[in-house]
């Protein structure tokens, strides 16, 4: 289950997230999902950066949740 932070915005992005898989709104979901990805890699670096952080536990689920949606959808 998504951690209830919500300190950050990434953190209510994923709640959000969660909740629209649930549901199975995938139109929603897909578009927080990339904000999702968005929140958590903006403003990490410059026209060479290459991502080096790992998405937490809770967010690979949340995007293999929204993967298995697609799928069915």
């Known amino acids: 289950m998504v951690e209830k932070n919500n ?18 709104d995938l139109d929603i979901a897909e578009i927080l999902g990339n904000a999702l ?5 903006r403003g990490a670096g410059g026209k060479d950066f290459i991502e080096r952080r790992d998405f ?3 967010v ?3 995007l293999d949740k929204l993967d298995i949606l697609r799928e069915r959808k």
């Open 7 to 24: 300190e950050r915005l990434a953190d209510r992005i994923l709640t959000a997230l969660d909740m629209a898989i649930t549901q199975e």
């Open 60 to 62: 690979e689920k949340a």
């Open 56 to 58: 937490s536990e809770d």
């Open 37 to 41: 990805e968005m929140s958590l890699t």
